[in-house]
């Protein structure tokens, strides 16, 4: 009987599997997408920091003055920034001539800037930045000019000090506080500001969900369509005479949808992974950190659990679900009614914080058994165990009734003669 | 033993009585048609024999064996092509044969016998190795024919063996279907609407019309008794009587 059974599940992955929508569409897609997606994103990183590498500014004096002398001065100072002082004229002309030296940004030092400076008022400075493009790229030049402003600010606010005050310490009157971070994670105190730690372990603790989520969807899009193409491809009724029980068909698909789900989950984390990495170069000191907080083995076990309990409930959901569909686009259609009500609830957990939600709402977004896997997966990092345990149960229940409600519909002639087009028109059927 | 007994049986969808108290018998190693019109309970006689659905009243058995209440033991025997039947389109014809014949092969020489005598059936040749989504519904057919008679069944449900198939094919099945029966000992219990394939192949006939049996025996003795000379001519005297 063993072999029998194994017959129906190669047999399942294998037409699965050769199914160029699923292969490419649940699989290879996946696979290839996210890793473009992260070289799309280092090539415009480099792109944009090789551009700002080699910073290039106009700038025209109409001050003529000592102290902007010294701001050109101070501009040139900047390593790899080069400085085009232009020669006096009106501000078209040196906007033409900015543009003609490819400068990011053209910087006009108006009249009475060096009276404005000497007399300790505020002065101004004037910039000009072509927008061509409006890309990542122009947006970062535009930073660069105005950080180089920026920093000139600082200067000024040194010298009126130094000016002012030359009894004092300019830089400590400029920063007087400097603040060591610590974080306390699990009881270790951990070298790193709070807001590192919660930035990287908000987005790790989106991905494993995320991952989750898909993997759901996926397997239940499978499972539906496991069953609603033996309708549309008229080969139901030899499966249903075959020497082997209704009810190990139906496990024979639950399995093969779940193998098949569980490669395109593995395609779209390695996916997902290689993408975030190239993502993950800003958490910067905490990143260092991540094997100090990793979650317990005991975590993985239960989220386990929780995954392929949560599978086999999708997954037979989706199957008593699409033993009523016509057709394989009728299956699909229910399920996207279907995935609704269990992605609402469990995108409410994985982006709020389920404690912060009221107790009511506690309540209503758990009585949904796909919401624990999400979860459960957010408390990685927090190491209390007891929400996964309770869903491993809470899940059983649920997976056995579902389980026991899908072998009684698949037993019955309704997996013969329902064919509900939900809420597509049906073509009038010639009687035989 | 009989291979066929069906007694009293009833099928009702709703309010549509689609097979209405009938009673016939299929004794082994022959090959019995049922015949009738499109919508005259046919194809849900032979669903009900076949385990896919189940009487409203009334008994069906297959060698002995309940199709309800031994639908494993009916299912482990039988052999059924349906009317309108399809392969799995990623899967190549030979994939396909070898998928259903590793469900009933004793062993992996049983198996490559299945395999052969399918590639001799449906002569599909190298055609076997490509995708059934590629195939034609001519060929198709003739990998569904070759799957329910290389399995050589105790008894070959066949609803509409030859349909679509063109003159030269449907004649090369109808004599494997003889073949069969004469070298193996297969039952044949089938239904079609070609009366002369229906002349050539089949031992005993039933005329069905509205879920009722009309008239049976031989073809001949079915021609005799409403004085027709042709089965052709003697289904519609059968049809217009009913």
């Known amino acids: 009987m063993a072999s029998v059974f194994k017959t129906l599940v190669v047999k399942e992955v294998r037409d699965l599997i050769k199914d160029p929508k699923i292969l490419f569409g649940m699989i290879l897609v996946p696979l290839m997408m996210y890793p473009v997606m992260g070289l799309a994103v280092n090539v415009s990183t480099e792109a944009v920091t090789s551009s700002m590498g080699g910073g290039n500014i106009a700038v025209m004096d109409l001050d003529g003055g000592n102290f902007s002398k010294v701001a050109i001065a101070y501009f040139r100072s900047i390593p790899n920034l080069t400085v085009n002082v232009l020669a006096p004229a009106d501000i078209g002309s040196a906007i033409v001539s900015s543009s003609n030296l490819n400068a990011t940004s053209l910087v006009v030092i108006p009249p009475g800037f060096s009276a404005n400076a000497t007399s300790g008022n505020p002065v101004t400075l004037l910039t000009y930045t072509p927008l061509k493009t409006f890309g990542v790229t122009e947006e970062a030049r535009a930073r660069l000019t105005s950080q180089i402003l920026n920093s000139f600010g600082s200067f000024l606010t040194e010298y009126y000090i130094r000016t002012a005050a030359p009894q004092l310490n300019a830089s400590v009157v400029m920063r007087p506080l400097s603040v060591v971070d610590s974080s306390i994670v699990n009881g270790k105190i951990l070298p790193i500001s709070p807001s590192s730690i919660s930035n990287m372990i908000f987005t790790q603790s989106f991905m494993m969900p995320l991952a989750v989520m898909m993997v759901v969807i996926i397997a239940m899009q499978i499972a539906a369509t496991a069953i609603a193409v033996e309708k549309e491809q008229k080969t139901l009724e030899i499966l249903l005479t075959l020497p082997v029980s209704r009810f190990n068909i139906l496990a024979s698909k639950l399995l093969g949808s779940t193998v ?11 996916g997902l992974t290689y993408y975030m990495s190239s993502l993950t170069k800003s958490f910067g000191e905490a ?36 033993v009523f569909a016509e057709d394989v686009r009728g299956a699909q259609a229910v399920i996207g009614y279907l995935v609704f009500p269990i992605i609402l609830p469990s995108l409410m957990i994985m982006i709020g914080d389920l404690q912060s939600f009221s107790p009511a709402l506690q309540v209503v977004l758990l009585s949904v058994p796909f919401t624990y896997a999400f979860a459960f997966a957010k408390m990685a990092f927090v190491g209390d165990m007891t929400i996964g345990l309770v869903g491993l149960g809470y899940i059983s229940l649920w997976t056995i009734g579902i389980l026991y409600l899908a072998s009684r519909v698949f037993s019955s002639e309704k997996i013969l003669t329902a064919k509900f087009s939900f809420g597509r028109k049906r073509k009038p059927a010639m009687r035989d | 033993m009989n291979a066929v007994e069906v007694s009293k049986l009833r099928k009702v969808y709703s309010t549509i009585v689609a097979v209405d108290d009938i009673d016939f018998v299929v004794r082994e190693g022959e090959v019995f048609g049922l015949i009738g019109p499109n919508g005259s309970g046919k194809t849900t006689t032979l669903r009900i024999l076949a385990t896919l659905i189940r009487p409203t009243s009334g008994s069906a058995k297959v060698f002995g064996h309940d199709v309800v209440s031994e639908a494993e033991e009916v299912k482990a ?38 395999v052969d005598d399918a590639e001799e059936i449906s002569g599909l040749g190298e ?7 590629t195939y034609s519904q001519g060929m198709k057919r003739r990998l569904m024919i070759s799957r329910a008679l290389m399995l050589r069944p105790k008894l070959a449900i066949l609803d509409e063996p030859t ?18 029966v004469r070298d193996f000992g297969v039952t044949v219990l089938l239904s079609s609407h070609n009366m002369l394939e229906v002349d050539y192949l089949c031992d005993t006939i039933a005329l069905i019309n509205r879920g009722r049996i009309l008239a049976f025996g031989t073809p001949a003795e079915v021609k005799r008794s409403v004085g027709a000379t042709n089965l052709e001519d003697a289904f519609m005297k059968v049809m217009q009587v009913g």
């Not at chain 2, 055609?127 to 989504?133: C, E, N």
């Not at chain 2, 198939?165 to 073949?179: C, G, M, P, S």
């Open chain 1, 260 to 270: 098949i789900a569980a490669l395109g989950a593995v395609a779209s984390v390695v």
């Open chain 1, 287 to 322: 990143a260092n950190y991540s094997l100090n907080i990793s979650p317990p083995p005991t975590y993985y076990v239960i989220l386990g659990g929780l995954i392929f309990l949560t599978l086999a409930l999708a997954t037979s959901l989706a199957m008593v679900v699409a």
């Open chain 2, 77 to 114: 025997i039988i052999s059924y092509l349906p009317e309108e039947a399809g392969a799995y389109k990623n899967l190549t014809g030979e994939e396909y044969l070898r998928f259903m014949g590793a469900l009933y092969a004793r062993d992996r020489q049983d198996l490559e016998r299945m």
């Open chain 2, 127 to 133: 055609r076997l190795k490509d995708k059934t989504g």
């Open chain 2, 163 to 180: 349909s679509g198939l063109d003159v030269v094919h449907a004649t090369h099945v109808r004599r494997l279907i003889h073949k069969y």
